[in-house]
């Protein structure tokens, strides 16, 4: 959840330090830190706060001299966001600096062996258990002090390591996290996210777990855990930085909500190829692809919405049983899988914590793994049996908005091609999907273009207290995603229920006035969600519905209406979201939040 970043060139580390830490700002944080190797010497600078309050604190980076250096955002975990507790640490000598992302599962035990041999603590955290190994360790060999540190370490731990001795050189490890080696001319690069390297350079290396690299400005080497150099292959980033900046939006989100008719077309035109789908990376045949019995989806926050939408779909089209489950959850019930389980993971990052440790669990009990994931090269990515890259480009706000889309696309296209091979759809609505499939991004522009007024209805209602969103089949899958938007972004309380829960409890926490969001985009299901608009008011609520672009019998129901554009009702959660999206948008904006950066949360959570 938090941002590293390390540099090894011919110029001033601490002003590229500084830049690579703004492209972080989006995955979240508290605190902010750099520091450089200097005439023998570490210069250290740490702030809560912004980014850029370290920024005025270093003049820009300017006041920290050197060409080597290391830097992070750190989001607390063990100790408050405070200054002390920020990172970079240093050891007891000033001789080592260490940044790291993730958690130390047995740092207390290594605290007490560390202050029991006179190490002396000044923070709070588990970090600087690191910073005093690596002072213990150290012999005058620093890659054999960083082997034998990690050694010690049990957990979650990306780290990045300065050493006073050391001139221009930097280490690095990964061990469940993210953490990628960018290539230079004469400079050398780490971070936890690509986004803070692409200004730089496009070429870059992933790291598997238990793998550490060395930096210097003219090299760069990767080693196995036991120090034997390994080869890695190098990538190309195909997007350019100006992917990752807002583009005269007032907000990432904004642009990610306007990037989508372009998003979800990236994830579908690939795949349709002379009215066929081909989804390359899962090539299965058809004898092959029936052995499942059972697929299980499994996902968090946002993933995890867009996997039940996927349920649904998936179960309408195959007729196979399909289980949803939090990735948390999974990960520690014992669940019954096996070879005839296929286990679709989906995840914006690919770095989800929870959600890799549930891959690990399902695939080590025989379960066949299908990702579909973003970022290329990812941890899940590289676990999984096959891939579905959703090609949406870098996602900088931390609500998600076309990361969501684009896995309803996917799964869509998932649904499509699985129940063709299974022989359970005739030529005719084969051809019928396709042709739906091929207008989606078409219609969520449309989506864009009718709800031009969700600005003002959003003026009314940014002051309620508490919402709900009620919907059936499909629909109450989208509105968890829309609840989910709405409270993330603008902290008011919201709630998403099955419109046929109200009776069982629900109801009794309608009252007047109380905004009511109705999903009515599954038509078949239109007259049971009039009862329940209806049951709602009678208890004095307000209704904004949702409903089907030239469906006049909304106007009967609701006091307010946003619209999606009409198609196919098993792909109705791409369209319908994205005013669901906009309203929670101009709520928070009408409320003052931080809209990129809303309080607690981090784009990718990469602890438990």
Not at 461 to 479: L, S, T
Request: proline share 3%; aromatic share 8%.
């Amino acid at each position: 959840m938090c941002g590293i970043v390390g540099f090894t060139g011919q110029v001033q580390a601490a002003p590229i330090l500084l830049e690579g830490l703004r492209r972080l700002e989006y995955r979240g944080y508290d605190s902010a830190g750099v520091a450089v190797q200097h005439g023998g010497a570490i210069e250290m600078v740490k702030a809560s706060g912004t980014v850029e309050r370290l920024a005025e604190k270093t003049a820009g980076g300017a006041s920290l001299p050197g060409e080597c250096g290391i830097a992070h955002t750190r989001w607390a975990t063990h100790g408050a966001p405070t200054d002390t507790n920020a990172h970079p640490h240093l050891s007891g000598d000033g001789r080592f600096a260490v940044v790291h992302n993730g958690i130390i599962e047995n740092y207390a035990a290594l605290r007490a062996e560390l202050l029991s041999e006179g190490y002396a603590f000044a923070s709070e955290t588990d970090t600087e258990v690191v910073a005093h190994l690596l002072e213990h360790y150290y012999d005058g060999n620093l890659k054999r002090a960083v082997m034998r540190t990690a050694a010690r370490l049990e957990g979650s731990y990306v780290l990045g390591v300065l050493c006073a001795d050391e001139p221009g050189r930097l280490f690095c490890v990964k061990e469940a996290g993210p953490l990628i080696l960018g290539l230079g001319v004469g400079e050398n690069y780490f971070a936890s996210d690509v986004t803070a390297l692409v200004g730089r350079t496009k070429n870059v290396i992933y790291l598997e777990d238990g793998e550490m690299a060395e930096l210097t400005p003219e090299n760069i080497s990767v080693y196995d855990r036991t120090g034997r150099e390994i080869s890695k292959s190098v990538s190309h980033v195909v997007w350019d930085i100006e992917a990752a900046e807002k583009g005269g939006y007032e907000h990432f989100m904004m642009k990610e909500i306007m990037e989508q008719p372009r998003a979800v077309k990236s994830t579908i035109e690939p795949r349709l190829r002379n009215g066929r789908i081909e989804l390359e990376g899962f090539e299965l045949t058809a004898e092959e692809f029936s052995r499942f019995s059972r697929i299980v989806i499994t996902a968090c926050g946002s993933a995890y919405h867009a996997g039940m939408v996927g349920k649904y779909v998936i179960e309408s089209l195959c007729r196979v049983p399909v289980e949803t489950d939090l990735a948390s959850e999974l990960r520690y019930r014992d669940p019954i899988v096996g070879p005839d389980t296929l286990l679709i993971v989906v995840s914006q990052s690919g770095e989800t914590a929870d959600t890799i440790a549930a891959l690990r669990e399902c695939k080590a009990r025989g379960a066949y793994v299908l990702a579909i994931v973003n970022v290329v090269g990812s941890t899940i990515a590289r676990l999984a049996d096959s891939v579905l890259y959703t090609h949406a480009g870098p996602e900088i706000a931390v609500a998600t908005t076309k990361g969501y889309t684009t896995q309803l696309a996917a799964l869509y296209l998932f649904a499509v091609w699985a129940a063709e091979k299974l022989g359970r759809i005739d030529d005719a609505r084969y051809n019928e999907l396709i042709a739906e499939l091929d207008a989606l991004p078409a219609r969520v522009q449309r989506a864009i273009d009718l709800n031009l007024h969700v600005q003002y209805l959003a003026e009314r209602w940014h002051e309620q207290r508490a919402m709900f969103f009620i919907g059936r089949n499909i629909d109450y899958a989208a509105a968890l995603e829309g609840s989910l938007k709405l409270k993330e972004i603008s902290y008011i309380h919201s709630e998403a229920y099955a419109a046929g829960e109200l009776k069982h409890g629900t109801i009794a926490l309608i009252d007047e006035k109380r905004l009511v969001v109705a999903l009515c985009c599954q038509t078949a299901l239109f007259d049971k969600m009039v009862s329940n608009i209806q049951e709602v008011k009678a208890r004095g609520a307000k209704v904004l519905g949702l409903a089907p672009e030239g469906d006049r019998r909304i106007f009967a129901e609701a006091d307010d209406v946003l619209f999606a554009p009409r198609g196919e009702p098993l792909f109705a959660a791409v369209s319908e979201m994205v005013p669901l999206q906009l309203f929670a948008y101009y709520v928070a904006r009408e409320n003052g939040c931080d809209i990129d950066k809303p309080r607690n949360l981090a784009k990718s959570v990469t602890v438990e």
